[in-house]
């Protein structure tokens, strides 16, 4: 599968994944307004009802104590001027006229007038009744309105009644959330605080309703409400949205993390393919000139000199090292992977080894027509290392740099050595190779994996010989880092810390 295909689904999975949290998400945030908007229309009913209900206790208190003043004959008339007996009195020739009807037949004008006396007496009964109600009914109103507009209100306010009436209230509309509230006058000044209603609660969301509205100004008040639990109770509503939210986004991570192990576990066939087949042209080679060498000696019909059993078995010797050397570079990897490699750790020169290694490096690259160049700066070259690892560090990278050469121009290497502080050692060597894609540049360090040489088909290799120098220069406690520019060349900076 190409790149650009598995970039093409990754981008499928993102946008629908995302598409599905945008539209959760919206779902969620339309749930919490309109909870938001049922409950505030809740608490505004509640307030309305509380406030009539408030009105109504007091009109109650008042009848009780006018009925009290009645019974004991202690009620007293104020302003009897302001209301009329006689407009509620039912009138007289309404029981006349049913007297009237009645037929006399065959009764006798006794009867006629015990009955008719009967009627009078019943119409002066309902007559005094009528007129007794309708006069604590007219007191009952006019002493609430006048002892209204005498009173404050804050003394016509009873905040046990008042918590009574929004606590029937705000249950009787479904809201059972506890709430604080706080009572002002008409001017502004506060009459009571509940005990649990703080400063912090002003700056939330609240809800005011008028008290005693159809009174005069001077004796209106305002009731202030607020609930400590209404956001989280607002966004409730979500909590069963957050769940399905959490495995998407679960379902989404999940998703790109297969994606990335699919595409890494193909990296690692085609890295692995390409090992395979580049350890078969590796085996191959030594193998068919060894023998080939050993056809030539085992023929008697082939006259051989010394000279040429010499040359024969140098051939041999030649090609089984290089055998051994490959064999150890797989084997040396595979002792990184389970963690068994066991350093050897002394104080050595680092400037002398390399000198060492660059001598005997030198004449391979003499022989193409190209230049090893060393500059030993470090005055403090004394580090703790393996010698024979920290030797195949600098053979590795200074062959990595003769196989990765240009055709077309002659080979230039430089080999410095310098310090770092008075803490560090500093190795690097430089060349004017093809120089590495910034793409390649950050994965030249993992196993089986060998930078694209385009048309040139004559590097070998098996991808594992940075993979070994930046394995060794971690075990000694080193860092390496590498620069390079296409078609410029290609710098390797390796630190170790000094000997102390």
């Given at each position: 599968?190409?790149?650009?295909?598995?970039w093409l689904i990754?981008l499928?999975?993102c946008?629908?994944f995302i598409?599905?949290?945008?539209?959760?998400?919206?779902?969620?945030?339309a749930?919490?307004?309109?909870?938001?908007?049922q409950?505030?229309?809740?608490v505004?009913?509640?307030?309305?009802?509380?406030?009539r209900?408030?009105?109504?206790a007091?009109?109650f208190?008042y009848l009780?104590?006018?009925?009290?003043?009645?019974k004991?004959?202690?009620a007293?008339t104020?302003?009897?001027?302001?209301?009329?007996l006689?407009d509620y009195m039912?009138?007289l020739?309404?029981?006349?006229h049913s007297?009237?009807n009645?037929?006399?037949?065959?009764l006798?004008?006794?009867k006629?007038?015990?009955?008719?006396?009967?009627?009078?007496?019943?119409?002066?009964?309902a007559?005094?009744a009528?007129?007794?109600?309708?006069?604590?009914?007219?007191?009952?109103?006019?002493?609430?309105?006048?002892?209204?507009?005498?009173?404050?209100?804050q003394d016509?306010?009873?905040p046990?009644v008042?918590d009574?009436?929004?606590?029937?209230?705000?249950?009787?509309?479904?809201?059972?959330?506890?709430?604080?509230?706080?009572v002002?006058t008409?001017?502004?000044r506060?009459?009571?605080?509940c005990e649990d209603?703080t400063?912090?609660?002003?700056i939330?969301?609240?809800?005011?309703q008028t008290?005693?509205?159809?009174?005069p100004?001077?004796?209106m008040?305002?009731?202030v409400i607020h609930?400590?639990d209404q956001a989280?109770y607002?966004?409730?509503?979500a909590?069963?949205?957050?769940?399905?939210m959490?495995?998407?986004v679960i379902?989404l991570?999940t998703?790109?993390?297969?994606?990335?192990?699919?595409v890494?576990q193909?990296r690692?066939?085609?890295m692995?393919?390409?090992?395979?087949h580049?350890?078969?042209?590796e085996?191959k080679?030594?193998?068919?000139t060894?023998?080939l060498?050993?056809?030539m000696?085992?023929?008697?019909?082939?006259?051989?000199?010394?000279?040429?059993?010499?040359r024969?078995?140098?051939?041999?010797?030649?090609?089984?090292?290089?055998?051994r050397?490959?064999?150890?570079?797989?084997?040396?990897m595979?002792?990184f992977?389970?963690n068994?490699i066991?350093?050897k750790?002394q104080?050595l020169?680092a400037?002398e080894?390399t000198e060492?290694v660059?001598?005997t490096f030198s004449?391979?690259v003499?022989?193409?027509?190209?230049?090893l160049?060393m500059?030993?700066e470090?005055?403090?070259?004394f580090?703790?290392?393996?010698?024979?690892?920290?030797?195949?560090?600098?053979?590795?990278?200074?062959?990595n740099?003769f196989k990765?050469?240009?055709?077309?121009?002659?080979?230039?290497?430089?080999?410095?050595t310098?310090?770092?502080?008075?803490?560090?050692?500093?190795i690097?060597?430089a060349?004017?190779?093809?120089g590495?894609?910034?793409?390649?540049?950050?994965?030249?360090f993992?196993?089986?994996?060998?930078v694209h040489?385009?048309?040139?088909?004559n590097?070998?290799?098996?991808g594992?010989?940075?993979?070994?120098?930046?394995?060794?220069?971690?075990?000694?406690?080193?860092?390496?880092?590498a620069?390079?520019?296409?078609?410029k060349?290609?710098?390797f900076?390796?630190t170790?810390?000094?000997s102390?």
């Amino acid at each position: 599968m190409k790149r650009s295909y598995i970039w093409l689904i990754c981008l499928l999975v993102c946008i629908a994944f995302i598409a599905l949290l945008y539209l959760q998400g919206s779902y969620a945030k339309a749930m919490v307004r309109m909870r938001q908007e049922q409950f505030s229309e809740n608490v505004l009913r509640s307030l309305d009802q509380a406030s009539r209900e408030l009105e109504k206790a007091e009109t109650f208190r008042y009848l009780q104590k006018v009925l009290a003043q009645h019974k004991t004959g202690k009620a007293e008339t104020v302003h009897p001027d302001s209301f009329r007996l006689t407009d509620y009195m039912l009138p007289l020739d309404t029981f006349s006229h049913s007297a009237g009807n009645i037929s006399l037949g065959s009764l006798g004008m006794n009867k006629y007038n015990r009955m008719a006396e009967t009627i009078s007496n019943l119409q002066k009964q309902a007559r005094e009744a009528l007129i007794y109600e309708q006069g604590v009914l007219d007191e009952v109103i006019f002493t609430v309105m006048y002892t209204a507009s005498k009173q404050r209100f804050q003394d016509r306010l009873n905040p046990a009644v008042l918590d009574g009436c929004l606590r029937n209230a705000l249950q009787a509309n479904g809201i059972t959330l506890p709430f604080h509230f706080i009572v002002y006058t008409s001017d502004g000044r506060e009459v009571y605080r509940c005990e649990d209603y703080t400063e912090a609660d002003n700056i939330t969301n609240t809800y005011q309703q008028t008290l005693f509205r159809s009174d005069p100004m001077g004796q209106m008040g305002t009731v202030v409400i607020h609930f400590p639990d209404q956001a989280s109770y607002i966004r409730g509503v979500a909590s069963y949205v957050a769940p399905a939210m959490g495995f998407t986004v679960i379902l989404l991570i999940t998703s790109l993390i297969t994606i990335y192990l699919v595409v890494r576990q193909k990296r690692i066939s085609e890295m692995k393919n390409d090992f395979v087949h580049n350890m078969t042209h590796e085996f191959k080679t030594p193998i068919s000139t060894i023998s080939l060498a050993a056809q030539m000696l085992a023929d008697k019909s082939v006259h051989k000199s010394e000279e040429t059993y010499e040359r024969l078995g140098g051939v041999i010797d030649g090609e089984t090292r290089r055998l051994r050397y490959q064999v150890e570079k797989v084997l040396q990897m595979s002792l990184f992977d389970n963690n068994n490699i066991a350093l050897k750790l002394q104080e050595l020169d680092a400037n002398e080894i390399t000198e060492n290694v660059v001598d005997t490096f030198s004449l391979k690259v003499s022989q193409i027509g190209g230049t090893l160049d060393m500059r030993l700066e470090a005055y403090n070259p004394f580090i703790n290392a393996d010698e024979m690892h920290f030797t195949n560090i600098i053979f590795n990278l200074l062959d990595n740099a003769f196989k990765y050469r240009k055709e077309d121009r002659p080979l230039a290497i430089l080999v410095h050595t310098f310090n770092q502080g008075e803490t560090h050692f500093c190795i690097s060597i430089a060349d004017n190779g093809i120089g590495i894609q910034k793409d390649n540049l950050k994965r030249i360090f993992d196993k089986f994996y060998r930078v694209h040489t385009g048309d040139q088909h004559n590097v070998k290799g098996f991808g594992l010989g940075l993979a070994y120098v930046q394995k060794m220069v971690e075990l000694h406690h080193g860092t390496i880092k590498a620069s390079s520019e296409p078609d410029k060349g290609t710098k390797f900076t390796i630190t170790l810390p000094l000997s102390l």
